[in-house]
């Protein structure tokens, strides 16, 4: 079974330029997942997706930040403007069901914004 | 709202020695609880994970956890560490029902001296 797809691995921009990541779950994964992971810290959820409709977006920063999955398949998180403190790895990760089980997580996106 | 503490930031243990990791969880309801361990620059690979039943927890690498409610703690134990466990290591508790947002601790970085 092929993992969660992640792209790009490593992005470094200037604040206030504009970002984009890109997520393929696993076939079959109606559940999609992004969290954001500052150093030292661990993964914090942004916003979560049933197929192509949103469940929880309570803890994404939505003057800046967006994401979309719109076929209920792949997923693209993005960032306009980019601050300094958004520097972090960005996980993607899927699961089959609603339920908490069953999660599998990308290698993540590190950026880094200067 | 749900929480997660680690109290160990940093646990350097000799290896062949044994291996304990806390964690404390706080949340309302029965809670789905995991571990995950990430490499660096890698993503987040399920450990074990405990939904209901045998409080006592095997995992994969040898690991395990016991699930105490008393306690409102799943620390993690290994019984001899190999220095290839070196890495960072997140006790996550779920949401019951329908949600299945993720909250971690902060970790515990793991070194292995030889």
């Known amino acids: 079974e092929a993992g969660v797809a992640q792209s790009p691995r490593y992005k470094i921009i200037e604040k206030r330029q504009s970002v984009a990541f890109w997520c393929n779950p696993i076939s079959g994964h109606a559940t999609l997942y992004w969290y954001q992971q500052i150093l030292g810290q661990g993964p914090k959820l942004l916003i979560q997706?049933?197929?192509?409709?949103?469940?929880?977006d309570s803890q994404l920063p939505k003057d800046r930040f967006s994401a979309e999955r719109l076929k209920g398949v792949d997923s693209t998180l993005k960032i306009q403007p980019a601050k300094l403190e958004d520097s972090a790895v960005y996980l993607c990760a899927s699961s089959f069901g609603q339920g908490a089980e069953g999660y599998t997580f990308g290698s993540g996106t590190r950026l880094t914004v200067v | 709202a749900q929480s997660v503490t680690q109290p160990d930031i940093h646990i350097t243990v000799s290896e062949g020695a044994s291996l304990e990791l806390r964690c404390n969880y706080s949340?309302?309801?029965?809670?789905?609880l995991f571990w995950y361990v990430q490499s660096p620059g890698q993503g987040l690979q399920l450990l074990l994970k405990?939904?209901?039943?045998?409080?006592l927890v095997q995992g994969i690498k040898g690991f395990e956890a016991e699930f105490k409610r008393s306690q409102s703690s799943f620390n993690l134990r290994k019984p001899s560490v190999h220095w290839s466990d070196a890495a960072e290591y997140f006790c996550a508790v779920g949401t019951t029902g329908g949600g299945n947002k993720l909250t971690f601790g902060t970790g515990t970085q793991l070194k292995v001296e030889l």
């Open positions: 949340y309302g309801a029965t809670p789905y």
């Open positions: 997706f049933q197929n192509n409709g949103v469940v929880d």
């Open positions: 405990y939904f209901s039943g045998d409080t």
